[in-house]
């Protein structure tokens, strides 16, 4: 295990789900999706740490971030990264994300409300992408926000099967992708209008 592997998860070991969910707080203790609102839920935490640790942050990465949700995943890349730009398509969960991350100490870390599936090209390439809604295949856009040796993970597939993978581009901008593991997440919903 890598010394940013093992600081990571000391990290996480610390942090307080309770702090992101306003209501059923007594479920934060246990690792199972819970709803925030919206048709959306705080991941469970396990699979909070095993994304992040197959993301391969650095501390010198900058990060793209689609899906805020709750703010509990935002909070621990920005905390082994240089900086996050996350993005929320539901403004509810945007401001509450922004207001709770603000609140926990964070400067490293940029917000937009607007449609995920278009990434943030203002601020790209990035080295890494966290996505947090399933796709049904890989994201071209996304794609081509990522850094030459840059990763991506993100959940692919319909509502009824999802697969986690992970995709790399390497320096000559060749793009592998691996799986990782069965998933279940909500869509990730574009924008059409």
């Known amino acids: 295990m890598s010394r ?45 740490l095993a994304m992040t640790l197959a993301l391969d942050v650095q501390p010198e990465s900058r990060v793209l971030e ?47 409300l607007g449609d995920g599936s278009l990434g943030w090209k203002a601020h790209s390439p990035y080295d890494r992408i966290m996505v947090t809604a399933a796709a049904p295949k890989v994201n071209e856009t996304l794609l081509e926000q990522l850094k030459p040796g840059g990763k ?16 790399e581009k390497d320096q000559l901008g060749e793009v592998t992708s691996s799986f990782l593991e069965r998933v279940m997440f909500v869509q990730l919903i574009e924008d059409t209008v």
């Open 4 to 48: 940013q592997d093992s600081d990571i998860r000391e990290y996480f070991t610390r942090m307080d789900r309770s702090f992101y969910m306003d209501k059923d707080k007594r479920l934060a203790r246990f690792d199972q999706a819970v709803s925030i609102g919206h048709g959306q839920t705080i991941s469970q935490p396990s699979l909070v």
């Open 66 to 112: 689609i899906g805020t949700g709750s703010g509990f995943q935002t909070d621990l890349l920005a905390s082994s990264s240089d900086s996050v730009y996350t993005v929320e398509r539901i403004e509810p969960l945007h401001h509450r994300a922004k207001e709770k991350l603000t609140e926990a100490g964070f400067t490293n870390i940029y917000f937009k």
């Open 152 to 167: 991506m993970v993100i959940p692919v597939g319909d509502s009824l099967d999802q697969e986690l993978r992970l995709i």
